[in-house]
């Protein structure tokens, strides 16, 4: 599936996000998430050196690395305490998969808080404006029960992610 046909990065409530050029049925791929493995170093060493926003826009791959989308449509996916995808992990890498159906037009967005393990100390204030904002975005330990367990029901919370919960 070619992106440019499906998504385009426009401007969304809080700067630039992909949105949804056609409809997209629930349990669907969105997208692929493309980039770059990189080391935890080199995530960090994007922040010293500035570059926070890079070092935010990456997604945990696994317990030590990381998906760096620099130059890709992922670098724009935005956080959403209501997503309407969610993160999965399979033999090909990390996908956005459709939680529910979503009409040309919307924002794509997923919940940050999967692929935080409870080893991750990263913080953001939450701006995503949804019913039910939890105002800050924290690792999966901090997450509401309720959530956790629906996320797990998903298949939106990868295992190496949750083997941190203990």
């Excluded at 493309?34 to 945990?60: H, K, L, M, P």
Aim: hydrophobic share 35%; charged share 25%.
């Amino acid at each position: 599936m070619s992106t440019r046909k499906y998504l385009a990065v426009r401007p969304v409530r809080n700067g630039k996000g992909i949105v949804a050029l056609r409809g997209f049925r629930r349990g669907a791929t969105v997208c692929r998430i493309r980039g770059r493995i990189v080391s935890a170093d080199t995530v960090w060493g994007y922040w010293q050196r500035g570059n926070t926003r890079r070092g935010e826009n990456c997604f945990r791959f696994d317990a030590d690395r990381y998906l760096d989308p620099e130059g890709e449509i992922g670098a724009y996916a935005n956080h959403a305490c209501n997503p309407n995808t969610g993160i999965v992990k399979d033999a090909r890498g990390l996908k956005l998969v459709a939680l529910r159906s979503i009409p040309a037009g919307e924002e794509i967005t997923h919940d940050y808080s999967t692929l935080l393990g409870a080893d991750d100390v990263w913080t953001m204030k939450c701006n995503c404006g949804n019913a039910g904002c939890r105002r800050v975005v924290r690792n999966v330990a901090k997450m509401p029960g309720t959530l956790l367990r629906r996320y797990r029901r998903l298949g939106v919370i990868p295992e190496f992610i949750l083997s941190t919960c203990g």
